[in-house]
Nanobody, 117 residues
């Protein structure tokens, strides 16, 4: 139905930047909203940021001013630009999207982000 594939994770030093991508198998105009979540070892999955089909964005207080979510409808891709990374940002980052057609959420497989001190 809908596949989401994340990429862009990796190992970076504190203060560095990464850009995550979430590519959908269908037009993202049919997915609303699309969000990024993360799960650190031993912790619950938490919401990071989200964007609506109209381009309205919101993000968690812990990442405000450092992370930016954006979308490219032509590429069926949502991005998470992460700047000024901190060790506590280390987690597996997941993309989640609600399908307007199928009326359900879909998750990607996740991408690991590791921030060293």
């Amino acid at each position: 139905q809908v596949q989401l594939v994340e990429s862009g994770g990796g190992l970076v030093q504190a203060g560095g930047s990464l850009r995550l991508s979430c590519v959908a198998s269908i037009s993202i105009l049919g997915l609303n909203p699309i969000g990024w979540y993360r799960q650190a070892p031993g912790k619950q999955r938490e919401w990071v940021a989200a964007i609506t089909v109209g381009g309205i964005t919101n993000s968690a207080d812990s990442v405000k001013g450092r992370f930016t979510i954006s979308r490219d409808n032509a590429k069926n891709t949502v991005y998470l630009q992460m700047n000024t990374l901190k060790p506590e940002d280390t987690a597996v980052y997941y993309c989640k999207a609600f399908s307007l057609a199928w009326k359900r959420d879909y998750w990607g497989q996740g991408t690991q982000v590791t921030v060293s001190p």
